[in-house]
C-alpha cells in the first residue's frame, strides 16, 4: 500500500515550465509552472501528479502533507494566502478512497472536519474556480523525485482495484506499441506487469471532460499517450481472479532517465 508521503495535462491545460534541480545525491526536484481553467468540459478539474517528495507549508498545522497544504500552497501567488471561500482559485481538492470505492474531497479554508492526508505515489484531482471573474490560473507544483519509491498493491476478489497513481516527469519504458518514442497506454501497462497484472489503464481527458480507458491488449483503437507528470488510474488484474491479496501482489518502481 501507499505510505504517507515524506515531510499534467493535455486539452486545456499548459506545462508551461519544467524547472529541474537536485534535490540531493539520489533524488531529482522539480518545478511544474501549469495554466489552469476554471471553466469549459472539464468544469475546472484536473487531476495532477503529485511529486512523490512533496513539502508544502503546513497550512493545517498538523505535521502532516495533508488535502488544506495541497490546496493553499497550489493558489496562484496573485492571490492571497491562506485563501477562504469564496476567494481560493483552487477551490477543492479530490482523491479516490480505494478502501470504500468512492471519491472524496476536501474544500480549502474548511470550518469543519480534517482535511485528509496525502500519500506518496497517488495523485489528485484539482477542481478550480472563477474568482473575481478570473477563469485562467496560474499554480506552481514543486517537489522531488524518489528512485526507491515503490508501489506496493495487490488485485483483491470482489475488491476495488483501481489506483489513481502520479507519473514521474522523468519515467523511462521500453517502447511495447506503436510509434517508437511516444510512450502510451500500452507501454505504460506492459511496464506495470502486462496484463497479468493490469487490466487497463485510465485517464481523465480535459478536452472533452470524459473518463477514458484503454484495455491492456486489446486489438482495437489505438492506446492514448501518456503525458509525464499527469495522474493515470491503473485498474489491476490477476490470473486467477478468484486468488486472495497475497497471491496477487503488484509491485513496481518506475525507471526514469
Known sequence: ???????????????????????????????????????????????????????????YVNALVDAEDLVQDLQPTDLPRPCTEPNCAVMRVWRWDETTGVYESWTGGAATG???????????????????????????????????????????????????ISIPPHLDVDD????????????????????DKVFQIRRWNESTGLYENWVVGSSYGTPFEIELSRAYAVDLSCVDLSAPCGDCPWTWTPTHH
Open 114 to 164: 480534517e482535511p485528509f492526508e496525502i500519500e506518496a505515489g497517488a495523485s489528485y484531482a484539482l477542481e478550480l474556480q472563477t474568482v473575481s471573474g478570473d477563469t485562467a490560473h496560474t499554480i506552481n507544483l514543486a517537489g522531488a523525485h524518489d528512485p526507491s519509491f515503490e508501489f506496493d498493491d495487490c488485485h483483491t476478489p470482489d475488491g476495488i482495484n483501481m489506483r489513481w
Open 1 to 59: 500500500m501507499r505510505a504517507p508521503i515524506p515531510s499534467l495535462l493535455c486539452g486545456t491545460l499548459m506545462v508551461l515550465t519544467l524547472a529541474v534541480t537536485t534535490a540531493d545525491a539520489s533524488n531529482i526536484g522539480y518545478r511544474y509552472k501549469l495554466g489552469l481553467v476554471s471553466d469549459g468540459p472539464t468544469a475546472g478539474l484536473y487531476w495532477v501528479a503529485i511529486p512523490y517528495m512533496y513539502t508544502p507549508p503546513d497550512s
Open 176 to 195: 511495447s506499441f506503436g510509434t517508437p518514442e511516444v510512450l502510451d497506454a500500452e507501454d505504460l501497462a506492459r511496464a506495470m506487469g502486462g496484463p
